[in-house]
């Protein structure tokens, strides 16, 4: 929106603008409805934040709210290939897909030979789309057929070359053919059971633009942070949001940036964790309400009983570390750099305090015991290295969850196909 410089207004804008997409897709899906027959669907490419590639959640989207009128949710997966090839842009993709519809997902647009940076080693084609059949992918389309000769995207290469002759790429596309034609019966309708999910908020992204914690970051950074290191110790995990009705489910919700929310879901948050479930909060969680105005109690507000922590000051201090860290972590390779809540504990057990000359005193990281459950949080943007430390001490003290033994670059994902073979 131009024209304001109010934060809640700019992002009640975004809001409308989100329901004009809900809206026009949902009047084109009637239309098709209206001559369909009955054993025909309606599926849409929804895309994500693209940093190049798939990055993040769609921040001009709520897929959530779009999916719902489609019979099948769709996507385009983008990622690098090559030395950069590593399955995460894959598999968070394939983590939002399903849980829009609790259902399988459509591939409808995968790259092939694209850019010449992207032009995939040999196997690298045939990973592509087993890693994202593991996720729950009932189909994997390549954009495109053959290359084209002008426009836009002469450059962005299909699975045969501008001379539509056979390639090394096209080659290995015959073989996943083969290989799915002999194979698809175990492997669509794959069913995945997370112990894990993510909650993830459009309204946040949004607010967090208008309000940043750096200059140089945005809601998906943090995202992206907390995901990657999850994948990279074979943890799988659902993405819902906050309309989600079924976060009982779960064992453990990571929880990055909630900043923008309503009070019902801070209290489901805290029930889900009195009876039993366990969470894991990044800074500014809980700060404004559904408006993006900020709460008056002291923060992190609503959910601060179940974290156990209460603070009022957040500065920026440039590098600094961290000190008496329960968790083992160095010091030196994590520094603590842009958003930084000096907490304080009122329960919670401290995991980690600032190594600083004036903000020593206060906590960085805490763990606290919540009627049956535990609400860790953390102050600041974190490493790769805090992140890995901080699951790795949450996840060790849920023992429903499994620990998987391998780690990147061996990954691991699980399901249950249609016959319960697992």
């Not at 804008?13 to 409805?33: G, N």
């Not at 459509?106 to 059949?133: C, D, H, M, S």
């Not at 105005?293 to 922590?309: D, E, F, H, L, M």
């Not at 603590?336 to 980690?352: F, G, I, K, Q, Y």
């Amino acid at each position: 929106m131009v024209g304001t410089i109010n934060g809640s207004l700019g992002s009640e804008f975004a809001k409308f603008q989100w329901k004009i997409v809900t809206d026009f897709l949902t009047w084109q899906v009637s239309i098709v409805k209206e001559y369909s027959q009955p054993h025909q669907f309606v599926t849409h490419n929804f895309d994500f934040e693209s940093r190049g590639h798939s990055y993040g959640i769609q921040p001009d989207v709520d897929h959530f709210e779009a999916a719902k009128s489609m019979d099948i949710t769709g996507v385009d997966v983008y990622h690098p290939f090559q030395n950069l090839l590593t399955g995460i842009e894959i598999s968070f993709c394939g983590d939002i897909a399903p849980s829009t519809k609790q259902a399988n997902y459509f591939v409808l647009e995968t790259e092939a030979q694209a850019f010449k940076n992207w032009t995939p080693y040999p196997g690298q084609l045939r990973f592509q789309a087993y890693i994202n059949l593991a996720s729950g992918a009932d189909m994997v389309a390549y954009w495109h057929w053959h290359s084209i000769h002008h426009s836009a995207e002469t450059y962005w290469k299909g699975l045969l070359s501008h001379d539509f002759k056979p390639n090394s790429v096209y080659n290995e596309a015959k073989i996943m053919g083969a290989e799915m034609k002999e194979l698809s019966s175990h492997l669509v309708h794959l069913k995945k059971q997370n112990k894990v999910a993510f909650v993830i908020s459009n309204e946040s992204y949004t607010s967090i633009n208008w309000f940043p914690f750096a200059e140089d970051k945005n809601y998906n950074d943090i995202f992206r942070r907390l995901y990657d290191e999850m994948y990279k110790m074979n943890m799988e995990g659902d993405i819902i949001n906050p309309c989600c009705t079924n976060i009982k489910d779960y064992d453990l919700l990571i929880v990055p940036t909630l900043y923008t929310v309503n009070d019902v879901f801070l209290h489901e948050l805290n029930n889900y964790g009195s009876n039993g479930g366990h969470i894991v909060y990044t800074f500014k969680s809980g700060f404004t309400n559904e408006n993006v105005q900020v709460r008056t109690t002291i923060q992190p507000g609503i959910i601060s009983k179940a974290c156990g922590v209460e603070y009022s000051l957040f500065v920026e201090s440039g590098q600094t570390g961290l000190k008496g860290s329960l968790l083992q972590i160095d010091s030196m390779e994590s520094p603590v750099n842009d958003w930084m809540e000096l907490l304080n504990s009122t329960t919670a057990e401290v995991l980690a305090y600032y190594e600083h000359p004036h903000w020593g005193d206060y906590a960085a990281i805490t763990h606290n015991h919540y009627g049956k459950g535990t609400a860790t949080y953390i102050g600041f943007f974190p490493s790769e290295e805090v992140v890995k430390k901080v699951i790795e001490f949450v996840i060790g003290n849920i023992p429903s969850i499994e620990k998987e033994e391998y780690s990147f670059p061996i990954i691991i994902k699980k399901g249950k196909n249609q016959s319960g073979s697992g």
